[in-house]
């Protein structure tokens, strides 16, 4: 089983549409976790952080963790053609250690 | 610089030459990480720092690539004896102490093997 599992996509929804990408982690010791934003050709760009259960709102992006449920999802409002993306997850499982990813969900926002 | 910034941006490299990618991160930052990317693929873990020790180095493919991190902040990712399958896409993160803080990316370092 992978440490970090998201479905590769494409997700496609239309703009102004609510995007909703989801990720599960396999070490219940999983402390930190991370939404990352890719465009394709560029580097990883951070989007939220969020290390206790529950929801964080940023603007037109939520996180949501659950660990009991070892799950963790972005929720993007008022979904724009700039959104599409790649999107990963990331977690960190505490001291001494790697920030694992995920493979990413690929979004596509069509007008 | 205000973030990580990685040089040289591309590079290309005759196979079985040897190269030097490097990364300065965030001033402050103590964690370092090296990822690579090959094309259409996902993030692969080479290795981590902490000041200039590396908790965890799984993630180097083979003997033939070796990282320093010297004074806590730069750190340079070599690779010996290059080979086609190292063509990808070089990253380095750095975070302010580690696991619980955020990382941030630089640019990459483009490596082709010709």
């Known amino acids: 089983q992978k440490e970090v599992e998201q479905n590769s996509g494409p997700l496609s929804v239309p703009e102004g549409a609510i995007a909703s990408l989801n990720c599960t982690y396999s070490d219940r010791v999983s402390q930190s976790f991370f939404w990352y934003r890719q465009y394709s050709g560029k580097s990883p760009e951070l989007i939220m952080s969020i290390y206790s259960n529950g929801d964080k709102e940023d603007g037109r992006f939520t996180a949501q963790l659950n660990k009991a449920s070892q799950y963790v999802s972005l929720l993007i409002r008022d979904s724009q053609p700039s959104d599409s993306a790649t999107y990963l997850c990331a977690l960190n499982t505490g001291t001494a250690s790697k920030l694992t990813f995920g493979t990413g969900t690929r979004l596509q926002v069509t007008l | 610089g205000a973030g990580v910034s990685q040089s040289p941006s591309n590079k290309v490299t005759e196979k079985g030459k040897d190269v030097e990618l490097r990364c300065d991160p965030i001033?402050?930052?103590?964690?370092l990480y090296w990822y690579r990317q090959s094309l259409g693929q996902g993030l692969e873990f080479l290795i981590y720092f902490q000041g200039n020790s590396a908790p965890d180095k799984s993630g180097l493919p083979s003997d033939r690539f070796s990282a320093e991190r010297t004074g806590g902040s730069v750190s340079t990712l070599t690779i010996q004896r290059t080979q086609q399958e190292d063509s990808a896409v070089y990253l380095c993160a750095s975070s302010f102490s580690g696991w619980d803080t955020e990382a941030f990316f630089g640019q990459g370092t483009r490596l082709t093997v010709v």
């Open positions: 001033s402050g930052h103590t964690a």
